[in-house]
């Protein structure tokens, strides 16, 4: 079935660092691809989305550009603060009815 | 505005128990879903639901049953709890039409 595939690891950067997670996907179709993050103890939120090839998604300065021909949704962010500590999840819907996760990147800032 | 709600928050099971995870959204959204949560594996789809009367099996549905009596309760049900059962337990639900998915705090379900 479809599915996306994240880079391995926790990510560790400090303050003000650039910060790249990587994801790539797998689909027959052209599922509308999405980044979670979710804070300790929480659920998991909407970070930003991409619904057709060559959207860029933003919010809260993080950036994704869904590429179709690299099958990839890239999550970026310029300068990362502490407060930007948490797990990342890429995910993308499939079939108009399913979501299917990565397996999240924990990323720490430190100061 | 509550949107997705959980409980328990937290609940500790003997090997073999029962129990019912509650599922509750204000939001009317058709499309509902429970996930698992394990260190390191990401979130695995149990069960869906894409409006009231009609249930899906995800992934991972052994285990499990699930009912949808009702727009706004989705509750999940373990009927002899395993200690591979032991994760954290996340709703979440959608309007038809939209992409957004809209979170649980979660339960966290320890199996003893």
């Known amino acids: 079935g479809d599915s996306v595939t994240q880079m391995e690891g926790p990510v560790t950067l400090s303050e003000e660092a650039f910060l790249t997670i990587n994801c790539t996907y797998t689909?027959?179709?052209?599922?509308?691809l999405f980044w979670y993050v979710q804070y300790p103890g929480e659920g998991l939120q909407l970070l930003l989305k991409?619904?057709?090839?060559?959207d860029k998604g933003s919010n809260k300065g993080f950036e994704a550009t869904y590429r179709k021909e690299t099958t990839s949704f890239h999550l970026e962010k310029g300068s990362v603060q502490v407060s930007d500590s948490a797990v990342y999840f890429c995910?993308?819907?499939?079939?108009?009815?399913?979501?299917?996760f990565g397996k999240g990147n924990q990323v720490v800032v430190i100061p | 505005n509550a949107g997705v709600t959980q409980t328990p928050k937290f609940r500790i099971l003997k090997i073999g128990q029962s129990m019912t995870l509650q599922c509750t959204q204000d939001?009317?959204?058709?499309?509902m879903y429970w996930y698992r949560q394990d260190p390191g594996m990401g979130l695995k789809l149990i069960y869906y639901?894409?409006?009231?009367?009609?249930?899906d099996k995800g992934e991972v549905p052994n285990g499990y049953n699930v009912s949808r009596s009702t727009t706004e309760d989705f509750p999940l049900r373990l009927e002899l709890a395993a200690p591979s059962q032991t994760s954290v337990y996340f709703c979440?639900?959608?309007?038809?039409?939209?992409?957004?998915?809209?979170f649980g705090q979660g339960t966290r379900l320890t199996v003893v």
């Open positions: 979440a639900s959608r309007r038809d039409g939209e992409t957004e998915a809209f």
């Open positions: 689909a027959t179709g052209y599922p509308s």
């Open positions: 991409a619904t057709k090839a060559d």
């Open positions: 995910a993308l819907l499939y079939g108009n009815n399913r979501l299917a």
């Open positions: 939001m009317n959204h058709n499309y």
């Open positions: 639901s894409v409006g009231a009367g009609i249930t």
